[in-house]
């Protein structure tokens, strides 16, 4: 499906959301993501990147929220961060099970590190936008204050909002490092059955699968989603 860039916004100082409008309204539901080809002289690492769809059903736009590391940036972010408005690229339909469950009175545990909150952001914009009433505890790791997207959004909504930081400023009050197994398996509702949502950097999210069922949280109750080509946040 062809798009045309339609605007940009800052989340933070490193991670942007573009704005696009397709050629044609997009299906999808909160929590999939979809291919984006910036064609331009790509080097080795090629001219396409699966992105969380960010946005919720409910926008009229659709975007994606991604990290601009400035130190050594791959040519499709030099690209993708060169775009101007109007700006033509390519977008893959929607796929992905990283979604709600049908039933919404299952008690949901989303655990976000880094980037890996896109999809935490969609699912939620979307509860508030559907009015949906779902038992959700949000945890958000990053590295710093600075990194934290989406923060204002997760304020608002009518979830548990639980923050934690690898890097905290002087006086932070959330909790510090990084999320562990055991930490997750510890969060209000993961005793009681509750849905645990996965998504962060593919080996971080690799070792919460191995070790979870160490701590009684079996694998038939994780959904996950890996983000390749992030090692830590
Ligand atoms: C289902 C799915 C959903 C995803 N959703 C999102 C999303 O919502 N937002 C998002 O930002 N990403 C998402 N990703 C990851 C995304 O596809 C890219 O892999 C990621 O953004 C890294 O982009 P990049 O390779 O252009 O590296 P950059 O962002 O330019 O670089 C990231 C860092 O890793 C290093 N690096 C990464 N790969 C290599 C390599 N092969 N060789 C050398 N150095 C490397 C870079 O030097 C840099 O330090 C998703 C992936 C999947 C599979």
Redesign the pocket.
Known sequence: VRAVLHHTHAETPHITTFWFKPDRPLRYQAGQ?TELRLPHAADD?GDK????I?SSPTDDLLG??????P????S??QTLFGLQPGSEVTLAEPM?DFVLPKDNKRPIVFVAVG?GV?PMHSMVKWVIDAGQHRTIHLLYAARHLEDMAFRKLFERAPIAFDTMLKQPPAGWTGKRGLPSAQLIAELPGVKDNALVYLAGPEPMIEKFVAELPNYGVENSRLVT???????TV
């Open positions: 993501f690492r990147r699966w992105f969380t960010s994606i929220t991604t990290r601009h590391d130190a050594r940036p791959s499709y972010k992905g980037i896109t989603d890996y983000f390749p080509g992030y090692i």
